[in-house]
């Protein structure tokens, strides 16, 4: 007989439906679905004559395959599942019933990561109806304990034993902690979040227990010494022309789909994107000024008026990817991904905003969303990002953590 499985899941996750049919950028384009064996051949002999047919034409075993990750269905000419209907709804679905989803499809965009056994479940911000619930609702954050049972989770990934320090949990405590600080202003909460992440990397590289440190942390930002540096003018100056360069005409963005184009691979973040080119284009000299004062006149007062959309953003994160965990080991790796991916939101959202004399929350939730879903299927453009910072003097930890500074 099944047991159960203890665990925790956020208000957004109990409330979150897929809105199907309804859904302004469905889940079912731009990426290939990964199949497992069985469903691979269920599809394939499937007694549906058009499952099978299109499963017939489109599913490619994977090179080196294995069982779970065995083969991948493959996009139509406008990059779009072949399983897509007219009507936007799925033909697998709507023919064989929800039971015959690829585990992917009947997942997305729910994850569950398990930490010392007990499971935490977790919505993608790719999705924008799962954005609209973790951003625009000030109890999306509240957390309820469950039991699953054992034979109906999907566990995404386990993390237990020797794959998580101890530190792991005080370290996210105090992550969580620094996220929910009201006195102090979003961007010096991320400085923080980012000394942080520094400090706990620092200790791991020199041998030494990470406990101590953070006990001095928050013992230090408790009696208010722990203050925000104010950079040298030369040095902001270098900051903003290397994230300026991110920006300028979406090179990087262009280099990180050199298969596809951005229309293609994601239509609804490439439409954000060119109306950013215009604005950059007519912008010229002048792009760090607009940037500001984007920044300034809209997104600043945006964030003010409603203040859970920058908190439940920093706090999802730090859930959602169970910070300070990184696959590769580098804690600050971690939190650099994070601002980085911050930063990329609010130059979007500031020079948007401006140029659209307004930002509300269909904006913020467009460019959040199609942002998360680009930056997730394009692993390699925060490598390509840190080089081209490099380039221009971010070549310490330190510069990092302070990049939510930056043009602020
Ligand atoms: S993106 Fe979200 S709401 Fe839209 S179809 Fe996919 S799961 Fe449903």
Redesign the pocket.
């Known amino acids: 007989m099944s047991g159960t499985v203890a665990g925790v899941e956020p208000r957004y996750f109990s409330e979150f439906r ?3 049919a309804e ?1 302004e ?4 384009g731009g990426w290939g679905i990964v199949l497992d064996q069985a469903t691979f051949g269920r599809l394939r002999g499937s007694p549906d004559p058009t499952i099978a047919a299109t499963a017939g034409h489109y599913l490619v075993p994977l090179p080196g395959g294995t069982p779970k990750r065995f083969g991948v269905i493959g996009l139509d000419q406008t990059l779009t599942c072949p399983f897509l209907a007219a009507d936007r709804l799925c033909r697998i679905q709507r023919r064989l019933g929800e039971t015959a989803l690829p585990a992917v499809c009947d997942n ?2 729910r994850n569950c990561k398990v930490v010392d056994g007990v499971a935490r479940r977790s919505l993608s911000l ?5 954005a609209r619930r973790i951003l625009l609702d000030p109890s999306a954050m509240m957390f309820s304990e469950r039991l699953y049972p054992e034979d109906g989770l999907r566990v995404d990934e386990e993390l237990s034993g020797s794959g998580l320090p101890e530190h792991h949990l005080p370290m996210q405590q105090l992550a969580f902690e620094i996220a929910l600080t009201q006195e102090r202003p979003l961007e010096e909460r991320l400085l923080l979040l980012g000394r942080l992440a520094e400090l706990s990397q620092g200790c791991v590289d020199r041998g030494e227990a990470v406990g101590p440190m953070l006990d001095a942390f928050r013992q230090a930002m408790d009696d208010g010494r722990l203050g925000i540096r104010e950079p040298a003018p030369a040095e902001v100056a270098r900051q903003q022309a290397g994230l300026l360069q991110l920006l300028v005409h979406g090179e990087l963005l262009e280099q990180a789909t050199p298969d596809a184009s951005i229309e293609a691979l994601n239509p609804y973040f490439a439409a954000y994107h060119h109306e950013l080119r215009d604005e950059l284009e007519s912008a010229g000299a002048d792009l760090a000024g607009r940037l500001q004062d984007g920044y300034r006149r809209y997104f600043l007062p945006y964030l003010e008026e409603n203040a859970q959309v920058g908190v439940n953003l920093v706090l999802h994160w730090i859930y959602h990817e169970q910070f300070p965990h990184q696959r590769d080991g580098n804690l600050f790796e971690a939190c650099a991904r994070f601002l980085f991916r911050y930063f990329y939101l609010r130059a979007y959202l500031s020079l948007l905003a401006r140029r659209r004399g307004g930002i509300d929350d269909a904006l913020v939730i467009g460019v959040a969303h199609s942002l998360s879903r680009f930056l997730e299927h394009n692993e390699q453009l925060f490598p390509q990002a840190a080089a081209v910072l490099e380039g221009h003097g971010f070549s310490s930890r330190r510069q990092y953590a302070e990049l939510p500074m930056a043009l602020a």
């Open positions: 897929c809105i199907g859904c950028n469905t889940c079912c997305f965009p790719s999705c924008p109806e799962a």
